[in-house]
């Protein structure tokens, strides 16, 4: 497999996590978001909306999305599963996850950044708010939702922590006070700091160490 990813992606992070708690060797392909490398027509031709993740799984168009990709990842690879047992508590837990993926992280991506400042005029004061605004929604969200222990749901990894642990990740990076959040903060170090997790994290990266 082929993935091809940003060091400092949060999405792309979600399938570094994903393949190391599965197991999965791999060949990372760094494209740089900050140059552009995400709207060559080269890459286009392996994500056509110009993002990463993508997974080249050997035959077909690469994979893209990255909840699609975990759970093509979770159904390919079972072994350790990423979602609990019953329709119930994986509808739980994919809530949670998608909180971080749908109403999280659309909203705070370099291309809405790049859009409220070169479109709207708006100021680096005003793009770090509205920043700071909607992870502070979606982690109040899950302050709520997830256990005192560690992990999103039930005591051991789920899906719901491969996507939440990248997240807090990013908004410490920058600078979003996270005070009001400790059971956020509890699986981030907890689950952070598990190899699998601790691993894919942007500074273990080779590209870190030059940009
Ligand atoms: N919904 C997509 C979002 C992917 C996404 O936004 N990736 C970001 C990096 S975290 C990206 O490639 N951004 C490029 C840009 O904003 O120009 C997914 O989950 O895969």
New binding site residues.
């Given amino acids: 497999m082929r993935l091809y990813h940003?060091f400092r992606?949060?999405?792309?992070y979600?399938i570094r996590i994903a393949l190391n708690l599965k197991g999965v060797e791999r060949e990372q392909v760094p494209v740089d978001?900050l140059a552009g490398e995400?709207?060559l027509p080269g890459y286009r031709e392996a994500n056509p909306?110009?993002?990463?993740?993508a997974l080249d799984i050997g035959h077909g168009a690469p994979l893209?999305?990255?909840?699609a990709?975990l759970e093509y990842l979770e159904e390919r690879f079972p072994e350790p599963p990423m979602l609990p047992r019953s329709a119930e508590e994986r509808a739980r837990v994919r809530a949670m996850a998608q909180i971080v993926?749908s109403d999280i992280?659309?909203l705070v991506?370099?291309?809405?950044m790049?859009q409220l400042s070169e479109q709207f005029q708006a100021s680096q004061a005003a793009v770090d708010a509205w920043l700071r605004h909607w992870m502070h929604e979606g982690f109040t969200a899950l302050e709520q939702m997830i256990g005192d222990d560690g992990h999103c749901f039930g005591g051991r990894t789920t899906l719901a922590d491969v996507c939440l642990v990248p997240q807090v990740v990013s908004a410490r990076h920058f600078g979003v006070p996270l005070d009001p959040f400790p059971r956020v903060c509890k699986v981030a170090d907890l689950c952070g700091s598990l190899p699998a997790f601790a691993m894919a994290h942007p500074s273990r990266q080779p590209e870190a160490g030059h940009q």
Avoid: D, E, N
């Fill in positions: 940003f992606s949060s999405a792309a979600r978001l995400q709207s909306q110009g993002m990463v993740p893209t999305q990255s909840l990709i993926v992280h659309p991506t370099l291309r809405v790049r």
